[in-house]
């Protein structure tokens, strides 16, 4: 038997500051490493906003100090407006946190990133409703002192989103149904009052991810040996199109690309293979408008195969992914 050696893990370790190899000091959040205390603190402006260990002590910190307000109880507005920017501030980093917890890929870490994300859902629905009871001078110092609405429900449609991604690798498939029904069912009723722009990007990010859990459902149900239900495939594909026509109308080419390579999925899934090689192709224009010729930027878009595309093509083309997979030129071979 040949001995083998591996490479040191301090080969990895790379100061985040100066780039520095072997760095030995680690950062209370265990993300990020740097070579000595200088360097730590150096960096400590840029890190803070992605440093788990610092957000949950903010959290701590705002926590704390909420429900020293709550105890006073306020008197006329002025403890009222400050505690719901507390609160709306309180709500962001939850769902910093949440995502950072999601991003890990640790699955201990799941449980612990829903529970912020539906931490930042309550605060951001709590100030939403106490911004409503506020009048006269009350209601002007919030407004110079709140972020605007248009921000909070950025915020809240955000959470939601976050939400939902998160059921779906947890499994939690029915769960993540209800997060994005309810997610669609308050952005349309918010269009439905007044629509604008920003709200109509909040659906069609919405209904993206509500298309991509239906394909992700029927991925499931074939690789583990059951019938798909082509009824999935049907409805993502209905809500993938009106997404996509709600970005293209607001000049989202970036995203419209995105949505098209899922598109491209659900056609592969319903063997409309002429209809998949055409959507791969308009996503790879759009991709080259938004980011011109340049070779990383847009060949990221061809690395992004529908899985299903993938494995039909392998095995007829060696050329993959550098070609157009034949099993989108031609259904038999």
Request: proline share 2%; net charge positive.
């Amino acid at each position: 038997m040949v001995a083998t050696t591996r490479p040191s893990p301090t080969l990895y370790r790379v100061c985040c500051n100066c780039n520095a190899p072997d760095a030995d000091v680690k950062c209370s959040c265990l993300a990020v490493y740097y070579c000595g205390l200088a360097c730590q603190q150096a960096h400590i402006l840029e890190h803070k906003h992605a440093c788990k260990h610092l957000l949950c002590k903010i959290i701590t910190k705002k926590g704390a100090v909420i429900s020293r307000l709550q105890v006073q109880g306020g008197s006329a507005g002025v403890v009222s407006v400050e505690l719901m920017v507390l609160e709306q501030e309180l709500a962001r980093v939850h769902c910093k946190v949440g995502r950072l917890m999601m991003v890990s890929l640790q699955e201990a870490k799941y449980q612990e990133a829903e529970t912020h994300f539906k931490q930042a859902l309550h605060l951001y629905r709590k100030v939403e409703a106490s911004r409503g009871t506020l009048h006269g001078a009350a209601a002007r110092a919030a407004a110079g002192k709140l972020a605007a609405k248009a921000a909070q429900r950025k915020g809240l449609y955000g959470a939601f989103v976050d939400l939902g991604q998160l059921h779906g690798l947890m499994g939690k498939n029915h769960n993540e149904m209800q997060v994005y029904q309810e997610a669609l069912q308050e952005v349309r009723g918010d269009i439905a009052h007044a629509s604008t722009p920003q709200l109509q990007g909040h659906l069609s990010r919405i209904l993206t991810a509500m298309g991509k859990m239906c394909l992700n459902q029927y991925s499931s149900q074939i690789t583990n040996g059951a019938e798909g239900d082509k009824g999935k495939c049907t409805g993502a594909k209905s809500l993938l199109e009106e997404a996509l026509s709600i970005q293209c109308a607001l000049a989202e080419y970036g995203m419209a690309a995105q949505t098209l390579i899922i598109l491209a999925s659900g056609h592969g899934y319903l063997e409309m293979f002429d209809e998949a090689r055409s959507t791969l192709k308009q996503a790879l224009d759009l991709t080259r408008r938004c980011h011109g010729e340049e070779a990383k930027k847009w060949l990221y878009v061809t690395s992004k195969w529908p899985s299903c595309v993938k494995r039909r093509s392998r095995q007829y083309s060696n050329s993959y992914p550098y070609t157009w997979p034949s099993c989108v030129r031609h259904r038999s071979r």
